[in-house]
């Protein structure tokens, strides 16, 4: 019952930043919110999905692929059962659908437990 659903994305400019959050709803999961890691998966027209960014239960540790390192950074509110996403200066080959996940291992693999529907991020001018 309980699903991720993730909003912000949009158009944005080369350069320009862009903010998704990623929240529960439907249900509560099996265990409490902080136990799961939260991670950020994309995939653009053609390509495979790949791994963007994820963060451990309480958020202290965090993992990013290369190609988004030092841009993107990735939050959460437990609290609020809220994860974020931060991209900042977004390029074109930024342009994908994005995806929130959540499973109990950290992991940069799709052994993930929990998927939202995606939200679409376009990169142009």
């Known amino acids: 019952q309980v699903q991720l659903v993730e909003s912000g994305g949009g158009l944005v400019q080369p350069g320009g930043s862009l903010r998704l959050a990623c929240t529960t709803s439907?249900?509560?999961?099996?265990?409490?919110?902080?136990?799961?890691?939260l991670a950020w998966w994309r995939q653009a027209p053609g390509k495979d999905r790949e791994f963007v960014a994820a963060?451990?239960?309480?958020?202290?540790?965090?993992y990013y692929a290369d190609s988004v390192k030092g841009r993107f950074t990735v939050t959460r509110d437990n609290a609020e059962l809220t994860a974020y996403l931060e991209m900042g200066s977004l390029q074109p080959e930024d342009t994908a659908v994005y995806y929130c996940?959540?499973?109990?291992?950290?992991?940069?693999?799709?052994?993930?437990?929990?998927w939202g529907q995606g939200t679409q991020v376009t990169v142009s001018s």
């Open positions: 996940a959540a499973g109990p291992a950290f992991t940069r693999e799709p052994e993930y437990d929990y």
């Open positions: 963060a451990s239960g309480n958020g202290g540790l965090t």
């Open positions: 439907g249900g509560t999961f099996e265990h409490p919110f902080n136990y799961y890691a």
